[in-house]
T-cell receptor
Framework: AQSVTQLDSQVPVFEEAPVELRCNYS??????LFWYVQYPNQGLQLLLK??????LVESINGFEAEFNKSQTSFHLRKPSVHISDTAEYFC??????????FGGGTRLMVKP | GAVVSQHPSWVICKSGTSVKIECRSL??????MFWYRQFPKQSLMLMAT?????????EQGVEKDKFLINHASLTLSTLTVTSAHPEDSSFYIC????????????FGPGTRLTVT
């Protein structure tokens, strides 16, 4: 069975500061890892994903995540956040049957 | 590409009535659709998986007679909440997947259901 743990339910940060949202997973097989972002009253948008290859993956809006197999982690980072990054972020792992298991979510609150 | 829509975006219904939520893949064929439920400030919980033309597979604890899922075409799945009660009030999100999108899940914008 797979599971995903997001250690921080909320992360407050000031604008232009760096941020890291932590994600750890457990799986007995090869994993595909995802980060999704959810704005209030909206569905999920794919932020970035790791399927294979380079362990560092980037999104178009400055986020990046690094797959660390030894630590079973896939932490999300951004060197300088904006007010518009305020949202809920979900880490997820996909199994062979294409089903996603989500972490509990982390609410990123960017303050001016 | 890979756009998924849901209708309605929000709905209010009276206790005891039924409500239908539609999930459409607009620009790809979705051989599989997933239905999730999300309570306030919580994560998504998978309710069921439906493959086109087949009966849905429900997760443990989800009442299949209460949450009727139909996936009759490659672009449309519906979730009907029958005899709704206030505890069914939630945010329902669908996602769609298929070969043309490499089996990734693309999510709809969600439907907020309030049962009074």
């Amino acid at each position: 069975a797979q599971s995903v743990t997001q250690l921080d339910s909320q992360v407050p940060v000031f604008e232009e500061a760096p941020v890291e949202l932590r994600c750890n997973y457990s799986s007995s097989v090869s994993v595909y890892l995802f980060w999704y972002v959810q704005y209030p009253n909206q569905g999920l948008q794919l932020l970035l994903k790791y399927l294979s290859g380079s362990t560092l993956v980037e999104s178009i809006n400055g986020f990046e995540a690094e797959f660390n197999k030894s630590q079973t982690s896939f932490h999300l980072r951004k060197p300088s956040v904006h007010i518009s990054d305020t949202a809920e972020y979900f880490c997820a792992v996909r199994n062979a049957g294409n089903m996603l298991t989500f972490g509990g979510g982390t609410r990123l609150m960017v303050k001016p | 590409g890979a756009v998924v829509s849901q209708h309605p975006s929000w709905v209010i219904c009276k206790s005891g009535t039924s409500v239908k939520i539609e999930c459409r893949s607009l620009d790809f064929q979705a051989t599989t659709m997933f239905w999730y439920r999300q309570f306030p400030k919580q994560s998504l919980m998978l309710m069921a998986t439906s493959n086109e033309g087949s009966k849905a597979t429900y997760e443990q604890g989800v009442e299949k007679d209460k949450f009727l899922i139909n996936h009759a075409s490659l672009t449309l799945s519906t979730l009907t909440v029958t005899s709704a009660h206030p505890e069914d009030s939630s945010f329902y999100i669908c996602s769609a997947s298929g070969t043309s999108v490499s089996y990734e899940q693309y999510f709809g914008p969600g439907t907020r259901l309030t049962v009074t």
